[in-house]
């Protein structure tokens, strides 16, 4: 028979099991909803002027459910396709057979050859990342992209006309990057980055999106995930900003997002750009 402390334990561990899986549930879904509205922003799942002959290889850091690798293998059946996540939220058997998903930190380095990529994409990632981890893996993806192959990039960047509750939510956010060392800019200024490091053809531009107020579903979707999201991270946010009570935090979320943003028309920046590795001199 378990003693009441044994008891308390494994109800412990399983709250912090449940807190969890809510987590990788709430990531999934703004993760689903971001990659529908940057598809619909670009057009498709990509916007590197790549040949569909010349892809044999490519490569995705950071690939959380996989779907932009899933989609992208269907698109593309004759290249393989290579992924690496610290934390993969991939389905177990269902996926396109030229999809190759890897558990693995690209902090480590990326482990593939040199000049083996046609295409490097990442999304969401750099914006989460410390500087310093972004520009080493900067310098890795450029090592293992093939010469005249194209890097792609997609990120959120920040909120523009929050009212009241995300501008709450963006002061924790802003005490967070500070905190692991993240410069929230960065993103903004990669064309020029890259430039320096050697690529070419560099392109950036930016969008907003409007979240929630319009009345097309992948806007709706991804506001739906967002009140999700805060809800879930609402122990995080209200830790961060020293809000004094999290279940009201939750509520705010719950109830008052969805007015606050059709009211203050809120929206929320993006960045996508892509450059290519200069190819072998004819001269
Ligand atoms: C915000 S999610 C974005 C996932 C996916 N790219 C998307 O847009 O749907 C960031 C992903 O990067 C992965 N990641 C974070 N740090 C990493 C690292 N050091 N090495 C490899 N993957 C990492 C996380 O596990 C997570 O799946």
């Known amino acids: 028979m378990q003693s009441t402390a044994q008891q308390e334990s494994v109800q412990g561990l399983r ?4 807190q969890k899986n809510n987590e990788t549930k709430a ?3 703004i993760d689903g909803a971001e990659h529908y509205l940057f598809k619909g922003v670009i057009g498709g799942n990509y916007m590197s002027p790549i040949k569909a002959n ?3 290889k490519c490569l995705e850091v950071g690939f959380g459910c996989g779907i932009w690798m899933m989609e992208m293998a269907s698109e593309f059946p004759e290249c393989q396709f290579y992924g690496i996540d610290l934390n993969p939220k991939t389905p177990e058997n269902t996926y396109p057979d030229n999809c190759n998903f890897l558990k693995g930190d690209f902090t480590d380095g990326l482990p593939y050859p040199d000049e083996t990529f046609d295409l490097v994409h990442v999304k969401s990632l750099l914006m989460y990342k410390p500087v310093e981890h972004v520009h080493k893996l900067l310098k890795e993806i450029y090592r293992v992209t093939k010469k005249g192959g194209y890097f792609e990039y997609k990120e959120p960047l920040r909120i523009k006309n929050a009212g009241p509750i995300l501008n709450m939510v963006q002061e924790g956010w802003d005490i967070f990057l500070k ?3 993240i410069d929230k800019d960065l993103v903004l200024s990669l064309d020029r980055v890259l430039l320096q490091q050697g690529w070419k053809d560099a392109a950036l531009t930016t969008h907003l ?6 009345e097309d579903s992948a806007s709706n979707m991804f506001y739906e995930s967002w009140k999700k999201f805060s809800e879930t991270f609402s122990d995080i946010f209200t ?4 809000f004094p009570r999290k279940e009201e935090f939750k509520k705010l979320a719950r109830n008052d997002l969805e007015p606050e943003c059709k009211k203050f028309k809120t929206g929320v920046e993006i960045a996508v ?3 290519t590795k ?3 001199s004819t001269n």
């Open 15 to 18: 709250r912090q099991q449940q």
């Open 27 to 29: 990531e999934l879904q």
């Open 54 to 56: 010349n892809m044999k």
């Open 179 to 181: 905190e692991q060392k």
């Open 209 to 214: 999106i409007s979240v929630g107020e319009s």
């Open 239 to 242: 830790t961060l900003i020293e």
């Open 273 to 275: 750009g892509f450059a």
């Open 278 to 280: 200069r190819p072998i």
